[in-house]
């Protein structure tokens, strides 16, 4: 199953959730209606009118049966939007309900810079932006989750247990696991689950505030009511378990299988769910049934009916991914964590003969100047499309930490890692560069261009495909920024790039990456449903995104056409209505324009334009840096992440300038 496969069933498991939601929804209503056809029969049946004939059950009273259906879809339908609102904020709002706190980036505690690094590795090697990190204090057992509505706003959560009980090896199997729910498209159906099931659950709510209303007469039908609702909302709670389990239980198989892929190290996840079976995996948070879906190990004990479990077994999970396991769990103590943390790792062996010579390595530095520009063969994107190998991952870990310690710790600080993006785009020109920090001392906040100015020698060596990353490592930082902060980070950011009379592709690509991810920070809302299922009403913005690149990739008439006539066929049968258009007609205003309506189309849509797209920059066989960094740019904007390029052809590799468009 490839990527767009995994979003396809994501998607198809929403329309389930539908179904599931509505049938629990319809029982609840019929429950709702039992209930108080007994409740208030059963109160004038105790105290009739003299002479009154005595009543008679009658099941059916369209009158209450209306109150039943409006009172029993108000609570629900209000206390889902109420939670989806909440919940709007992304994956932070989440870890922050379990009481999760956020983890400073430049944190020296040893276990959360341990966490910190094994998340942020994984982020570079897996092509999205460094999520949220959150620790949950005051829960001991092992557990972790993902959570958010994309890559963009996720958020991963950890529990104190999990974060200290587990080796690095052990840690980085759990967060693989979770990474695999962030690129499979797990995480936006886990958020409108929890939507629903809240509504669901309100009705338990409703049910205790009736129990203690008063009434006039000595038997008060509301106060049984209560009651009633209480029971019917232990209803509504095994609904929630069920529809939690039904689509949960599949995906936990898949993302332990995905991690493995992702570290080619099945020890370490392996002995991090052995530990889960000696130490447990259980969260006392309140609010861990509404996310007992998204924990990596069941958090909330062992269900009384097995229909109801959301994760397997934990002996299954661990013969799935270690057939050879002896059946016994491990103990798990602070101290052995330690120890060996201070033995080191087992690491998994890997080739070196694998990699290209990357920051890191002996004799190379983070993109020396004079760097071979990075060429990849085309047939190398769409496999790891969403599906990062451990080549990505050692790739990802050499490349962090070859970062200068000041550029490093820059990306960690709010008001440094807008300096650290400002530093990125100065000119190497010095009498324009000059000119352009004067400006940013008095546009920026206090202190922050004498910062980018320090920045600058340090950020000017790094070879452009170490760039993008390095925005990605700085992403959460800039998501601390206060709105007064951030908007006056968006205004600079837009002078600064205009500054020099030229906008360069990875002008282009920066402005994109931070307008799209920190959409929040100025009110943005990004629209989470799609909304053309066709590719009709898209074509122009086709058209626009495959001009673009065909103009990057050559000057020459001939050649431009030649790319995007050999990409055009590769969008599908109804590709015929696409113009190749001038470089006036997808310009980069054109061109985010039309990037932000085809992020709102079908999985298969955008499958088959990202092929299009490595067709028409591929044209010649190779992807040349430039291009790469417009490719990763739209796979972004489209939510389909790239990993890093590390498969290069150093000998046809060739210098030159990125061009403007």
């Known amino acids: 199953m490839d990527f767009f496969e995994h979003q396809d069933k994501a998607r198809k498991n929403t329309k389930v959730l539908v179904v599931y939601f509505v049938i629990a929804v319809l029982c609840i209503i019929a429950s709702v209606y039992l209930a108080s056809l007994l409740i208030f ?28 259906v409006l009172g029993t879809l108000g609570v629900v339908i209000i206390g889902s939007l109420y939670k989806t609102a909440v919940l709007a904020k992304g994956g932070g709002a989440v870890a922050e309900s379990l009481g999760g706190r956020l983890v400073n980036p430049n944190t020296t505690h040893p276990d959360e810079r341990k966490l910190r690094n094994v998340i942020e590795e994984m982020a570079i090697a897996a092509g999205v932006p460094v999520p ?38 052990e840690l980085q199997g759990v967060i693989g696991h979770e990474f695999s729910h962030i690129l499979n498209g797990d995480m936006r159906l886990n958020l409108r689950l929890m939507g629903i099931i809240f509504g669901i659950l309100c009705l338990a709510v409703i049910g205790r505030v009736l129990i203690y209303s008063r009434g006039g007469r000595d038997r008060n039908p509301l106060m049984l009511l209560g009651l009633a609702l209480i029971v019917i909302g232990a209803i509504g709670v095994f609904f929630g378990r069920l529809i939690q389990a039904a689509l949960s239980r599949q995906r936990e198989f898949l993302a332990d299988a995905s991690a493995v892929q992702f570290t080619r190290n099945p020890g370490g996840l392996s002995g991090a769910l052995q530990k889960i079976g000696g130490a447990g995996s259980q969260v006392e948070s309140a609010h861990a049934g509404e996310v007992s879906h998204m924990f990596f190990g069941n958090g909330m004990g062992k269900p009384f009916l097995g229909v109801l479990a959301t994760h397997p077994p934990l002996d299954a999970r661990i013969r799935a991914i270690d057939p050879g396991w002896d059946g016994k769990f491990k103990t798990a103590s602070v101290k052995a964590v330690a120890a060996e943390s201070s033995r080191g790792a087992t690491k998994p062996v890997l080739s070196r003969s694998s990699f290209p010579t990357i920051p890191g390595m002996p004799g190379a530095r983070a993109g020396d100047a004079g760097f071979a520009t990075n060429a990849v063969l085309m047939g190398a994107v769409l496999p790891n499309l969403g599906k990062p190998t451990p080549l990505h991952l050692r790739y990802a870990e050499e490349l962090r930490n070859s970062f200068p310690g000041k550029v490093q710790s820059a990306a960690h600080e709010p008001l440094d890692a807008t300096a650290l993006i400002y530093a990125m785009l100065l000119t190497p ?17 206090p202190g922050v261009g004498e910062k980018a100015a320090a920045l600058w020698p340090e950020v000017a060596p790094i070879a452009s495909r170490a760039r993008l990353p390095l925005v990605n490592l700085a992403l ?10 951030f908007e006056q980070f968006s205004q600079t950011l837009q002078w600064l790039i205009e500054s020099d009379d030229r906008i360069e592709i990875f002008e282009f690509v920066l402005q994109k990456i931070v307008r799209r991810h920190l959409a929040s920070q100025s009110g943005e809302t990004r629209p989470a449903s ?5 590719l009709k009403p898209l074509l122009r913005d086709c058209s626009v995104v495959l001009s673009a690149l065909a103009n990057v990739s050559s000057r020459n008439a001939g050649a431009i056409e030649k790319a995007f006539r050999t990409g055009a066929p590769h969008l599908g049968a109804k590709a015929g209505g696409l113009q190749l258009l001038s470089r006036a007609e997808c310009g980069l205003e054109q061109l985010d324009t039309a990037l932000d309506r085809l992020a709102l189309a079908t999985p298969r849509i955008k499958k088959n334009l990202i092929e299009a797209c490595v067709q028409v920059v591929g044209a010649d066989g190779l992807i ?10 739209i796979a972004d904007t489209l939510d389909c992440p790239i990993p890093p390029f590390i498969k290069i052809a150093e000998s046809q590799a060739v210098e030159s300038r990125p061009e403007p468009i």
């Open 530 to 534: 799609i909304q053309y299922e066709t």
């Open 624 to 633: 040349q840096e430039r291009e790469a960094e417009l490719l990763r740019a």
């Open 132 to 169: 949220k990190v959150y620790v949950l204090d005051d829960e001991r057992g092992i557990n972790a989750f993902a959570a958010g509505h994309t890559p963009g706003d996720a958020a991963i959560g950890v529990t104190r247990g999990g974060m200290t009980l587990l080796n690095r090896d």
């Open 476 to 485: 959460p930082a800039l998501r601390q920024l206060r709105p007064d902060e």
């Open 429 to 445: 020109d010095e009498t324009l560069r000059a000119q352009q920090l004067t400006e940013l001392a008095r546009r920026a906040a």
């Open 41 to 68: 029969l059963g109160t004038h049946a105790a105290q009739p009118e003299p002479g009154a004939p005595p009543p008679r059950l009658v099941l059916w009273d369209p009158k209450l049966f209306l109150y039943s």
